[in-house]
């Protein structure tokens, strides 16, 4: 079965400093995309990131990095030097091939300023 | 670019009625899926479509139908709305190709209370 976790619910941090967004997945395959998507205040899901299982080389975009370990089923999401236009709500998901995606609870980011 | 539309943005239902959430894409986009986000749930699959005239249940389909006669066009129905149906519903297409590689594009929601 295939699974997402995200064990933050919630996480406030100061405008500036890094936060870490964990996301552990579960699956049987080998084949399998991992995904991170935004939800800010007003409601839309944005698209950030995809992975597949085969490449595990982290990514860097500006503020935003992703780290996937295989070893430990984790895609964590990092954002340095977050802004107060970080806050949001942010999902990890899983998709098998020929399957539908899995998402996670979501983790509620509040950057103060 | 429109991508995808959702229609209506907000509804209050009585129980008991039924009403159609609308959902169109125009990026000729042959998977389309209707979720449901409850809060600190995520998003739930009700129902889905790999194409015209093809659609298949989700993990929640109990309450809800769809239709998919046009590529563009995917609405979902619900029959005899329930307080437990209160929720954000939202609409995503993704192009087939190598399925499960492509994002998903989704709509910006439809809240739906139903009292």
């Known amino acids: 079965a295939q699974k997402v976790t995200q064990a933050q619910t919630e996480i406030s941090v100061v405008e500036k400093e890094d936060v870490t967004l964990d996301c552990v997945y579960e699956t049987r395959d080998t084949t399998y995309y991992l995904f991170w998507y935004k939800q800010p205040p007003s409601g839309e899901l944005v698209f950030l990131i995809r992975?597949?299982?085969?490449?595990?080389q982290n990514e860097i975009s500006g503020r935003y990095s992703w780290n996937f370990q295989k070893s430990t089923s984790s895609f964590n999401f990092t954002i340095t030097a977050s802004q107060v236009v970080d806050s949001a709500v942010y999902f990890c998901a899983l998709n098998n091939y020929g399957q539908n995606f899995v998402f996670g609870p979501g983790t509620r980011l509040s950057v103060l300023p | 670019n429109a991508g995808v539309t959702q229609t209506p943005k907000f509804r209050i239902l009585k129980i008991g009625q039924s009403m159609t959430l609308q959902c169109a894409q125009d990026?000729?986009?042959?998977?389309m899926y209707w979720y449901r986000q409850d809060p600190g749930m995520g998003l739930k699959l009700i129902y889905y479509?790999?194409?015209?005239?093809?659609?298949d249940k989700g993990e929640v389909p109990n309450g809800y139908n769809v239709s998919r006669s046009t590529t563009e066009d995917f609405p979902l129905r619900l029959e005899l709305a329930a307080p437990s149906q209160t929720s954000v519903y939202f609409c995503?297409?993704?192009?087939?190709?190598?399925?499960?590689?492509?994002?998903?594009?989704f709509g910006e929601g439809s809240r739906l209370t139903v009292l």
């Open positions: 992975r597949n299982s085969f490449d595990e």
């Open positions: 479509s790999v194409g015209a005239g093809i659609t």
């Open positions: 995503a297409s993704s192009y087939s190709g190598l399925r499960g590689s492509e994002e998903l594009f």
């Open positions: 990026m000729n986009h042959n998977y």
